[in-house]
């Protein structure tokens, strides 16, 4: 029975229709991955004379004098890592309890005021936050200073004159930028967690924490996905964090001390660079932010990769505290 003209017509249409959509959304796909590239190469070109004169040392030397001609972005390296680690360990611990409560613990008429009011907090722009930590959160951290006893100032981390910008209030102002980013996408992994995975927990006999724990276990790579896509923020801020960070060239681990991030320096003296080697100095510098953070972000996929392959090959999915014991061999 030969097959009917109108259904192979119908098959040769959705399979054209199929091909069509594969090469639309790999046209798109290459497009994004065209876009890094290109950014890559104009960044590169655009700073060639630096590239070509002062090599890798660009990347480990500590002078920075427009004067006289000589560049050098570790200090502007280490204050932007400082930072931005700074700022995650801080946020972290809050983010997630923000994520946890809303997710676990919130009752249903304060979840979505709450849910409203993080999301606001995401929404607030960079020079706000930057005018709010001039006025509010400098004076603090001052007083903060002022208040630190003089056994803890004999510590490197803790020494420097009580001027309230630096390294501490950078870290505070990226932590309260990037906690809204974290929490909410942390609180959406938690809900996207079966609820299966509660109801096991509670089967073998689970407290709500433990539960929770087991939420958080089934959870805990899109969690650390939530985590870096903070870490990405504050790598990149830029306005805030020049307003209270110091801008001073200088490597130091206290956290007292006025320092500089590669963000701050290129916003501040993009205008200022009066010569050629000074602005290619400055497009290397974008160039450094913009490969340290596809390396962040290379190194982010490459352990939750690892954590989903784990995840995939072990057998149980809550955490070996909830799994019952073993009864004993009969004697």
Request: aromatic share 10%; with cysteine.
């Amino acid at each position: 029975m030969s097959p009917d003209p109108a259904v192979t017509r119908a098959v040769r249409r959705g399979g054209q229709g199929d091909l069509g959509f594969r090469l639309a959304t790999g046209a798109f796909a290459v497009l994004i991955v065209a876009i890094v590239a290109g950014i890559g190469a104009v960044l590169t070109s655009e700073s060639w004379l630096s590239i070509q004169k002062f090599g890798l040392g660009f990347w480990k030397t500590t002078t920075w004098d427009p004067v006289a001609g000589d560049f050098g972005a570790l200090p502007f390296i280490w204050g932007t890592l400082y930072s931005s680690i700074l700022a995650l360990v801080i946020a972290t611990p809050v983010a997630l309890g923000i994520a946890i409560f809303i997710a676990e613990l919130c009752p249903a008429r304060l979840r979505l005021p709450l849910v409203f009011l993080t999301e606001l907090l995401a929404a607030i722009p960079s020079i706000v936050y930057g005018l709010w930590g001039i006025f509010v959160l400098v004076p603090a951290v001052r007083q903060i200073e002022i208040a630190t006893p003089q056994f803890l100032k004999a510590l490197p981390l803790f020494s420097g004159p009580p001027l309230g910008v630096g390294m501490l209030s950078a870290g505070l102002i990226l932590a309260i930028m990037i906690t809204p980013f974290t929490s909410s996408v942390a609180r959406e992994v938690l809900k996207s967690v079966p609820l299966e995975q509660r109801e096991a927990a509670y089967a073998l006999g689970a407290t709500r924490f433990e539960a929770i724990k087991a939420a958080l276990f089934y959870a805990r790579t899109g969690i650390v996905g939530a985590i870096m896509l903070g870490f990405g923020r504050a790598l990149g801020e830029t306005m805030a964090v020049t307003m209270v960070i110091g801008n001073t060239p200088r490597i130091s681990t206290s956290l007292f001390a006025p320092q500089y991030s590669m963000a701050a320096v290129i916003a501040n003296e993009f205008t200022e660079a009066d010569t050629a080697l000074y602005l290619d100095a400055l497009v290397e510098i974008g160039l450094v932010l913009f490969v340290i953070t596809l390396l962040v972000n290379v190194l982010s996929r490459g352990l939750i990769w690892s954590m989903n392959r784990s995840f995939q090959t072990s057998e149980p999915t809550v955490p070996p505290t909830l799994t019952p014991a073993k009864p004993e061999a009969a004697a």
